[in-house]
């Protein structure tokens, strides 16, 4: 079970046990940042990506999952930084534009496309030290027609690229991985804030 406290903007996920491969959660909170960099995209596109990724952290990677800013009195041993860049957020339409925005033809609906594009950098670091745990980096495309009119293609595209963005990234860090739990206890005990040593 998943439970979430909302504390100002903040959100804590917590109650985490990895149930999905077995796999004990890395006994460590981490604090999630995504942010955009260069060539920034929506708001929504951030959001959604920001939402998933502390879900999927939540299910198999970390004890508790923080998305910033922390509350206060949070002391999380990492944190895990994700620059968001290269946002292509668009509607591709088959028709002309003049002929695109006339009146009367609801399927001329169906004459359009959605594309997303995102790239996202991400970096896990022990928070105390800066020392760095873990990188990965993740390049993700989607396109997408409505099939009936009134689907939404542009909510459809961006569903695909944030999946695909999370698997990746979630991927790449080793959540779930006995690899991941051994860097993360040896960067805290250098840093002094070491978890229990593995046994």
């Known amino acids: 079970m998943i439970a979430r406290r909302a504390v100002g903007l903040a959100l804590i996920v917590a109650g985490l046990d990895a149930r999905a491969n077995g796999a004990p959660p890395v006994p460590a909170t ?9 060539q920034a995209g929506s708001d929504v596109l951030r959001d959604d990506l920001e ?26 041993e990492l944190t895990l930084d994700v620059v968001l860049t290269n946002a292509i957020e668009e509607v591709r339409f088959d028709d002309s534009i003049a002929t695109a ?42 396109g997408r027609r ?3 009119v009134g689907e939404d293609p542009q909510a459809g595209a961006r569903g695909e690229v944030v999946e695909g963005t999370v698997r990746t990234l979630s991927k790449g860090l080793g959540c779930g991985s006995a690899k991941l739990d051994k860097r993360v206890r040896e960067a805290l005990s250098r840093a002094g804030a070491g978890t229990a040593p593995a046994h």
Do not use: M
């Not at 981490?30 to 260069?38: K, S």
């Not at 745990?133 to 495309?141: E, I, L, R």
């Open 30 to 38: 981490v604090a999630l940042h995504v942010t955009w960099g260069a």
């Open 51 to 76: 939402r998933a990724l502390a879900a999927k952290l939540a299910a198999s990677c970390f004890r508790t999952v923080e998305i910033a800013p922390a509350p206060a009195g949070a002391d999380p």
């Open 101 to 142: 925005l006339e009146p009367g033809e609801p399927n001329k609906e169906l004459r359009r496309a959605a594309w997303c594009e995102l790239t996202a950098d991400a970096t896990l670091r022990a928070r105390k030290s800066g020392e760095t745990v873990g990188t990965k980096h993740s390049t993700a495309a989607a």
């Open 146 to 148: 409505p099939v009936y």
